[in-house]
């Protein structure tokens, strides 16, 4: 009985990971969004285009950049909600995607007729008269991401449901952005009743986490990278690059960052040493520790992977090439990276980016960025030890990283085989054999008996007579 207990409790607690995952990599696809907002934002600022020095053409250009940014940075919880649902729903097609927009547009509307004590009161017209009043509320990423999962599910439930002939134009995929109408009416007003205890806590928690200051985002640092080898990563990173803190009407670190928020970036900077500089240092220990035989090839790998890393940020490949072969590695880079987190923040630098900590957004976000050099020296350092913490680990512990895999059994007994000449000959010399052998067999074959060419028609079928079955077995291969 225990044993079944503990079977079904891992089953349940399998599955809720299976689904933590696939949520995680429906964040992908909004998230696929952001490089391009932050592009537009950055270029529309006064201090880029936007600049009083330059043309007004170029001003004008300024404002259609920032006015599609912040199109994308606003409406940033309909991007996760449609995402998600066509992301997290299996066969997935269209009518998921309209099924999202008519389901969250529903709860928006809905969830804006409630009031949200907790922010700042604002000015409102009403009768005619100007006063204040409490903003109405809004959910903001965590309203799209839950809109995004019900209507996933409700399309993999009901894409196919078969209605009375009477209704059948409104059976299938038609029925689910109905469904998904109702759904977003219901989900709202209850997250609009359960929001003063729901919202208090989003809040103080946002606030809290915000001002946590250098410890917290080094945690934060060290349990994004530890959540990488399961994917839930995103699920981690939704909250405070979107979510947490407020700024001028945004919301997230990234948002309130790139809106010119001075307490922003607390998420983000520490980052760029390790992606710019750290990682590619360790694609440099793995290729000095590769065997000299694989080392051209691994070093192709490593370069391409450093310069991947270094550009645009993305060091996945990089992090997976050692993070199950040497889970210790990566335990001490998860480390490392918390260390980072909180090292650049004690130090006052902040930086951000709309896609990951690579070059491209360090550049385009040097005008906003403090103390951007000092943070490319901290870098450096950080390259340095992760060049002589890898090289040493690997060495020392035999780890396989690329380039270090164990020869393969076929190469070795190639080489024990031989090779060269003596192969060829050895081989020229079994040919002659064979033939020398077929020569000396046709005089016997041409002076057998009558009686033996005139035997059964079994036996010239066969080669051989029912008592020499195991014998013509033995000669049956030697002959091929």
């Known amino acids: 009985m225990t044993t079944a207990t503990e079977a079904q409790n891992k089953g349940r607690g399998s599955g809720a990971m299976a ?14 969004t952001l490089p391009a907002a932050a592009l537009m934002v950055r270029l529309g600022q006064p201090d880029m285009l936007g600049r009083p020095g330059f043309s007004a053409s170029v001003n004008r250009i300024a404002e259609f950049l920032a006015a599609g940014g912040g199109a994308l940075i606003d409406n940033m919880p309909l991007l996760f909600a449609v995402g998600i649902a066509v992301g997290f729903a299996r066969k997935s097609d269209g009518s998921t995607a309209l099924a999202a927009v008519v389901g969250y547009l529903v709860f ?37 991401v839950v809109i995004g999962v019900v209507v996933a599910l409700l399309y993999q439930r009901y894409y196919r449901k078969k209605l009375p002939d009477w209704l059948g134009f409104f059976g299938g995929r ?82 309130r960052f790139l809106a010119g928020d001075p307490s922003a970036g607390q998420f983000m900077t520490g980052f760029f040493p390790i992606m710019m ?46 993070m199950f072969i040497a889970p210790v590695l990566y335990a001490i880079h998860a480390v490392l990276t918390g260390i980072s987190m909180a090292l650049v923040w004690m130090l006052g ?7 990951s900590a ?43 990283t690329p380039g270090r895999e164990a020869p393969e059994p076929d190469a070795e007994e190639k080489t024990n085989r031989g090779t060269g000449s003596d192969a060829v000959t050895a081989g020229v010399a079994a040919s002659v054999a064979d033939k020398t052998l077929d ?20 036996q010239d079928r066969d080669g051989r007579d029912d008592g020499d079955e195991d014998e013509g077995k033995d000669e049956t291969p030697a002959r091929i």
Not at 349 to 355: E, N, Q, R, T
Not at 440 to 458: A, F, H, M, T
Request: aromatic content about 12%.
């Open 19 to 32: 689904v933590a995952q696939r949520i995680g990599r429906s964040l992908m696809l909004p998230i696929a």
């Open 108 to 144: 928006k509307n809905v969830l804006e007729t409630f009031k949200d004590g907790n922010l700042p009161k604002v000015e409102e017209v009403v009768a005619g008269k100007v006063g204040t009043a409490a903003p109405p509320v809004d959910a903001g990423v965590l309203g799209g």
């Open 174 to 255: 038609r029925l689910v952005p109905i469904l998904s109408a109702f759904a977003g009416l219901f989900i709202g007003v209850i997250f609009g009743y359960i929001w003063p205890v729901l919202g208090t806590g989003l809040h103080d928690f946002g606030a809290w986490l915000v001002g946590s200051g250098a410890a917290r985002a080094g945690v934060y640092g060290v349990a994004n990278r530890a959540l990488i080898p399961i994917g839930m990563h995103h699920l981690l990173n939704s909250f405070p690059w979107f979510q947490a803190g407020s700024y001028k009407g945004q919301h997230g670190d990234i948002a």
């Open 277 to 322: 500089f750290a990682l590619p240092a360790a694609c440099l220990a793995m290729y000095h520790c590769a065997r000299p035989e694989r080392r051209k090839l691994v070093g192709g790998l490593m370069i391409s992977l450093a310069l991947t890393a270094f550009v645009t940020g993305v060091t996945e490949p990089i992090e997976f090439s050692f």
């Open 349 to 355: 630098m902040k930086d951000g980016f709309g896609f």
């Open 358 to 400: 690579g070059a491209i957004d360090f550049v385009l976000n040097l005008g906003i960025a403090t103390n951007p050099w000092g943070l490319m020296v901290v870098g450096l350092g950080f390259a340095v030890i992760y060049y002589a913490v890898f090289r040493f680990a690997i060495i020392k512990f035999d780890l396989p």
């Open 439 to 458: 020569k000396e067999e046709e005089p016997v074959k041409s002076g057998l008996s009558r009686s033996e060419k005139n035997q059964s028609p079994r």
